[in-house]
């Protein structure tokens, strides 16, 4: 969840956006995330940070390291080793935010 929430807040790309991710899109080397069909139907390259960059290849590498033979071609994995899906995503978040002591304003 680490990698997920700083690459959504070092790039600014929408959850949706972030899940739908294929590890073809991410390309390691160059620091470049490639988004297809985003909100507006269009796709995009988007650079990322060094520090976003080297976080990403550390997720890889933990990732394949659990997961040999992935069952989908997703960048980003449940802990079953499938897509990570928006409602996982949502709900990991509150979990990380009320484990961080963050208030959800009420």
Known sequence: MATLIGLLASTGLRSGEVVRLDRGDVDLTNGIVFVRKTKFRKDRLVPVHPTTQAALRR????????????KDEAFFLSSRGCRLSAAGLQSNFVKARKLSGLSNGK
């Open 59 to 70: 997720y890889a590498r933990g990732r394949d390291a659990v997961f040999s033979r992935p």
